[in-house]
């Protein structure tokens, strides 16, 4: 079936540091990848997304590129700041023509200031 | 900025006991999403809706949940009864456009406690 698997977290970095959080996918033909993210207290936000392959999304500094041949859009980020502390999630959708999102387990971020 | 409402934002019940979410989507989104998120894991979808339509409730548990979108704009969903496994985080969505390529914008959940 179709599946999102995420590094496993929690993930703890001090300020400035270089982030790299890994997601693989599953899927049955040519999915749309996607980052979402849960700030504390708050609902999903989406950060960035991607729908096809090469293609780079791009949101407040963070960047994930969609790589076909190893089924991967991994999210990183060159200097994290405190208020990047949250939970990230990893999702696909469009496979089989389905809108429904597909999600990883997530994984918590905190930063250290 | 417009936003997807649910209510209530915390529940606690009983087991064997019935509870009900509401979620009015952002005007104008035509599809709506109902998604679970047991602690710890990512959302997983439970039901779909085209306006008052359902497109996708192949994860609900239909011998105790219900969905429902009447006139096509705010939804309900109903747990009768309640079971311990059931303490979760529910999630409403709404987008505006029936593609995958659609952004879905995410209430701020029911967090559901059954005792």
């Known amino acids: 079936g179709n599946s999102v698997t995420q590094m496993e977290g929690p993930v703890t970095l001090s300020e400035e540091a270089f982030l790299t959080i890994n997601c693989t996918y599953t899927?049955?033909?040519?999915?749309?990848l996607f980052w979402y993210v849960q700030y504390p207290g708050e609902g999903l936000q989406l950060l960035l997304k991607?729908?096809?392959?090469?293609d780079k999304g791009s949101n407040k500094g963070f960047e994930a590129t969609y790589r076909k041949e190893t089924t991967s859009f991994h999210l990183e980020k060159g200097s994290v700041q405190v208020s990047d502390s949250a939970v990230y999630f990893c999702?696909?959708?469009?496979?089989?023509?389905?809108?429904?999102?597909?999600f990883g387990q997530g994984t918590r971020l905190t930063i250290n200031p | 900025e417009a936003e997807v409402a649910q209510s209530p934002r915390y529940k606690i019940t009983e087991k064997s006991q019935a509870v009900a979410f509401w979620c009015d989507p952002i005007?104008?989104?035509?599809?709506l999403y109902w998604y679970r998120q047991i602690l710890g894991q990512g959302p997983e979808l439970l039901v779909q809706?085209?306006?008052?339509?359902?497109?996708?409730d192949s994860q609900l548990p239909k011998d105790r949940f219900s969905a429902e979108r009447l006139k096509g704009v705010d939804s309900t969903l109903k747990i009768q009864p309640a079971e311990l496994g059931d303490s979760a985080m529910y999630l409403c969505?709404?987008?505006?456009?029936?593609?995958?390529?659609?952004?879905?914008?995410f209430g701020p959940g029911t967090r559901l406690t059954v005792l």
């Open positions: 999702a696909l959708s469009g496979v089989q023509g389905a809108q429904k999102l597909v």
């Open positions: 991607a729908t096809k392959a090469d």
């Open positions: 899927a049955t033909g040519y999915p749309s």
């Open positions: 005007s104008g989104h035509a599809t």
């Open positions: 969505a709404s987008s505006l456009e029936h593609s995958s390529y659609n952004e879905q914008f």
């Open positions: 809706f085209q306006d008052e339509s359902v497109v996708d």
